[in-house]
């Protein structure tokens, strides 16, 4: 199967990625020659699709990324559950670092360190030796919905917000945890931690994936005691928190032989929840900014020094997760571009059952004929939890526009143009309520991520909105994961504001105006699709 993301063929059978991905090779920007003797920072950033391990290097307007590494991802089942294999993660994340060692060698280069970030709310369970005893599930395994009337039975969905401030969705690890028959004498580790003590040996909870548990309070910054003690967790189930910018350890022996880095070659933590770090390298000039970072999920939202943890914050299902330097990611976990991926997935699928794959039309003629799709179409409501599994989604979105009585063409650039339009919908609506609930206003809409390379969902946004669209960089996630580093290392600023300085002068945005008169009724009306 081709993924249709990345601008290289992929021989891999699972998902395809939703974020573009450029070919290995430069991606940065570099104002001044800086091709040897130089400290390196390696990012591991590994999404639920794909991953790659990326070198970069960060100085007076230089932020230089070179993929070493790639490799696919993807949930493995097993009797009729959905895993994570992680020892096949950890093959090649151990690849890509003897790559990165290689990239040094050839630059006359040190690596100066590592930070690992992935998506959140997955964990691991390990023993009192580090070994993990199988598999993580997959938020996309059904075992956390199952769970969550019985969490509630213990604590309201009113008591958990006052305290973690968390958007309810129904695969958050407290719910997924709900589901464990024995924790005694076992720690709970969230992939990127996992990621790290496979490393290190160290055992540590990076602050702002901890922050998406539910586990944790958006107040103190610390985990949320009093929720282990009401569902009857132990309290020391995961392990002492770490903030970004700290140094989690060096390197274990074997894994500094395997993959010929230097054994004192610190990692350090950085946002390894993969949105924080997407956000602290948000090209923002002025504090007035909402984002969108846009891949598989569309976390939509302003950045804000306080959670918001109002009733009216809870009923619009609003999250409170933790950013760099302790600020708070006020967002909606957003349908994103899994529906794209996936219907994608689908038509391939049909092609080649049809024996003519050479028919099958790739991703950018087909946002070219969506985007000369009349405007006005069917709207599907792109958070519904439908959406969530794998399968058909052109038919499964379909069958949503039937079920309100209106009608969506077989043909997929329709379908495509309702998916798109659909979320710039969503976009708009989203970042409305976020202004009214947090009081935060915004002037400008930063989109990051994969979406960002889409013109059409980001003028369909602007257009949404009213509001203006920078778009890029497509590589913010391991942008911020290396800046991070860099600031740990004293050779960046120490303020956010400075280092997102260095991605506007490196990577210069795409601007999006909206058309005159075009602010959709979804963007007007918060509430059109609930």
């Not at 559950?81 to 003897?98: C, E, F």
């Not at 970072?293 to 809870?314: D, F, I, K, M, Q």
């Not at 991070?484 to 105006?513: D, F, H, K, M, N």
Request: aromatic share 6%.
């Amino acid at each position: 199967m081709t993924d249709v993301w990345a601008t290289e063929p992929s021989t891999s059978r699972r998902l395809p990625d939703p974020r573009p991905r450029a070919a290995s090779g430069l991606l940065g920007v570099a104002s001044k020659d800086t091709s040897s003797g130089s400290a390196l920072y390696v990012a591991v950033d590994i999404g639920a699709s794909s991953g790659r391990v990326i070198v970069g290097r960060i100085g007076e307007g230089v932020a230089e990324l070179h993929v070493v590494h790639r490799f696919p991802n993807g949930v493995v089942e097993h009797r009729g559950s959905l895993y994570w294999d992680l020892d096949a993660l950890m093959v090649q994340v151990l690849a890509g670092l003897a790559a990165a060692a290689e990239h040094a060698v050839a630059a006359s280069a040190t690596i100066s360190s590592i930070g690992i970030d992935t998506w959140a709310v997955d964990y691991g369970l390990v023993d009192a030796s580090g070994r993990l005893d199988s598999m993580p599930f997959s938020y996309r395994d059904s075992r956390g919905p199952a769970a969550v009337d019985a969490v509630h039975d213990h604590i309201s969905p009113g008591q958990l917000y006052a305290t973690n401030g968390l958007q309810h969705l129904p695969f958050n690890t407290l719910y997924q945890l709900a589901t464990e028959k024995n924790l005694a004498g076992r720690q709970a580790m969230l992939i990127p931690d996992l990621i790290a003590l496979k490393l290190t040996g160290v055992r540590r909870s990076e602050v702002t994936n901890a922050s998406t548990t539910g586990l944790f309070d958006a107040v103190a910054g610390e985990w949320a005691t009093e929720s282990f003690q009401a569902l009857g967790l132990p309290t020391g189930l995961f392990p002492p928190l770490i903030r970004p910018g700290e140094t989690l350890g060096t390197l274990l022996p074997a894994v500094a032989a395997q993959t010929g880095l230097a054994a004192a070659t610190p990692v350090v933590a950085v946002g390894s929840h993969d949105t924080a770090s997407a956000v602290a390298a948000v090209p923002a000039a002025k504090r007035n900014f909402a984002y969108i970072s846009s891949g598989t999920w569309s976390l939509v939202g302003v950045e804000l020094h306080a959670p918001v943890l109002t009733e009216a914050s809870r009923l619009a299902n609003f999250t409170n997760e933790r950013g760099v330097d302790s600020t708070v990611r006020y967002l909606r976990n957003v349908g994103g571009l899994w529906l794209l991926s996936e219907s994608m997935r689908s038509w391939e699928q049909e092609a080649a059952d049809a024996g003519s794959p050479t028919q099958h039309l790739g991703l950018l003629a087909l946002l070219a004929a969506a985007a000369k799709e009349p405007t006005g179409g069917p709207l599907i409501d792109v958070d519904s939890t439908e959406y969530i599994a794998p399968g058909n989604m052109p038919e499964r979105i379909r069958a949503a526009v039937g079920a309100t009585g209106g009608a969506l063409e077989t043909r997929p650039a329709a379908v495509v143009r309702c998916i798109v339009e659909s979320l710039a919908a969503a976009y708009a609506r989203t970042i409305r309520q976020a202004v009214e609930l947090s009081g935060q206003p915004v002037e400008v809409i930063h989109i990051v991520g994969g979406g960002s390379q889409n013109d059409l969902l980001c003028q369909l946004t602007a257009d949404a909105t009213g509001l203006p669209v920078l778009a890029g960089p497509v590589e913010a996630t391991a942008l911020g994961n290396i800046l991070i580093q860099a600031r740990a290392a004293g050779a960046a600023p120490a303020t956010l504001a400075g280092l997102r300085s260095i991605v506007a002068a490196a990577y210069p945005c795409l601007r999006y105006e909206p058309a005159p008169r075009q602010v959709t009724d979804a963007a007007q009306n918060p509430d059109s699709l609930e």
